[in-house]
């Protein structure tokens, strides 16, 4: 595999991130596939985050400030979803918070897509907090709607919901969990959130995920369960669920390696996954690569960065799904295929993914 040019990969990157952005703040997903036109608020925290470290603090920080009004406009729903919640209730369907937006912050109008997913509204706090801290921001502008998405994710956090891939929503997932605990720690620790409202919440997660997130020493796709997922490596980095030296976290890298990896780089989501095959996804590889950055293993996460680049088109696009992939489940291409068109390209996250590992290496655009 020749030497990729990485800061160029890394500034066209930037520039597929910060030109398809909208006026208003919102990223789309992918700009041209057919459903990703709306803006996810767990791609797009991911977004912000490669944008805020990246050189471009202006595109993350209207990202911030479009989720936060997108929360507040809806303060009547989180306070009946509370209400709910403290009544013993099942909140109703529709007061639930979208998981994905219209560019213009409206509720996405897709019938049968699963809405209720909490991760996003974690991961949104944990992006807040790193770029408000990095950048030395004033973090009055989003109080409200930091109050408020505490207030939602203390009353939700322990209700089954759609995962990161917006299935098995019956299932608790440790990845929510961990994007959950990431987002309430993070807010707690900078002075925006109450403890109060915070510290019960993130022990009776860590009790749930303790007892009922493991098995053979590593977390579990969901609770109760036994398969892997490779977001759970957003438990460790960047959510810190657990140590990320200790031997949850290197056993549940291990099994990730073990069972989702490819030997020439790029990650599986899960064994069973059969969206376009079951490919390998850059935003995984991304994620793996992060944590060993992180963790001093800094070859280990050249090769997922140099394995992502070698998956951008000649005009430098990164895809949702590695082309030409080993897929899982073959079999199951031509149906995704034929309904959607070929996968989605440019996914902005994966090259959201792309930037956070370079710059975890000291690759800047
Ligand atoms: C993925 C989600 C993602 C969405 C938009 C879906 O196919 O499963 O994780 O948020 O696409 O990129």
């Known amino acids: 595999m020749p030497t990729p040019d990485h800061r160029r990969l890394a500034a066209r ?25 709306f803006s996810w608020l767990r791609d797009g925290s991911f977004i912000a985050e490669a944008a805020s470290r990246a050189g471009a603090p202006g595109s993350a920080t209207a990202f911030h400030t479009w989720c936060a009004r997108a929360v507040t406009e809806r303060a009547e729903r989180v306070r009946r979803v509370v209400a709910a919640r403290r009544a013993g209730e099942r909140p109703a369907e529709g007061d639930f918070l979208p998981t994905r937006y219209t560019l213009d912050g409206q509720d996405p109008d897709v019938a049968g897509w699963g809405e209720f997913q909490t991760d996003g509204y974690g991961t949104w706090l944990w992006a807040l907090t790193a770029h408000l801290e990095r950048h030395r921001l004033d973090p009055a502008p989003y109080r409200s709607a930091v109050t408020l998405t505490v207030d939602y994710l203390a009353a939700t956090w322990d209700l089954p919901c759609n ?25 707690a620790r900078a002075g925006l959130a109450e403890p109060a409202a915070v510290t019960p919440v993130l022990t009776a997660l860590g ?21 892997v997922d490779a977001s759970l490596l957003a438990c460790l980095t960047p959510f810190s669920l657990t140590d990320p030296y200790g031997p949850l976290a290197t056993r549940t890298v291990a099994a990730v390696e073990r069972q989702l990896l490819e030997p020439g780089g790029g990650v599986h989501r899960y064994r069973g996954d059969v969206f376009y095959g079951g490919g390998q996804w850059p935003v995984l590889a991304g994620l793996l690569g992060w944590h060993h950055a992180r963790t001093g293993r800094t070859a280990a996460a050249r090769r997922q960065l140099d ?18 992939a080993r897929l899982l489940h073959p079999e199951h291409l031509a149906r995704w295929v034929e309904e959607w068109g070929p996968n989605a390209t440019p996914l902005l996250w ?5 930037l956070i590992l370079a710059d975890a290496l000291d690759i800047r655009p």
Do not use: F
Not at 22 to 32: E, I, N, Q, S, V
Not at 172 to 185: F, Q
Not at 210 to 221: D, F, I, Q
């Open 307 to 324: 394995w992502i680049a070698a998956q951008a088109t000649g005009d430098g696009l990164l895809p949702e799904q590695a082309p030409g």
């Open 13 to 37: 990157s930037l520039a597929v991130i910060t030109g398809h952005q909208d006026p208003g703040g919102g990223y789309p997903a992918a700009p041209d596939y057919p459903v990703y036109g």
């Open 350 to 354: 994966s090259h959201a993914m792309y």
């Open 207 to 227: 009790h749930l995920v303790a007892r009922h997130g493991t098995h053979e020493g590593r977390l579990t796709k969901w609770l109760g369960g036994e398969a």
């Open 163 to 187: 995962d990161w891939w917006e299935e098995s929503d019956e299932e608790r997932h440790g990845s929510t969990l961990g994007a959950i605990h990431g987002g309430l720690a993070a807010a």
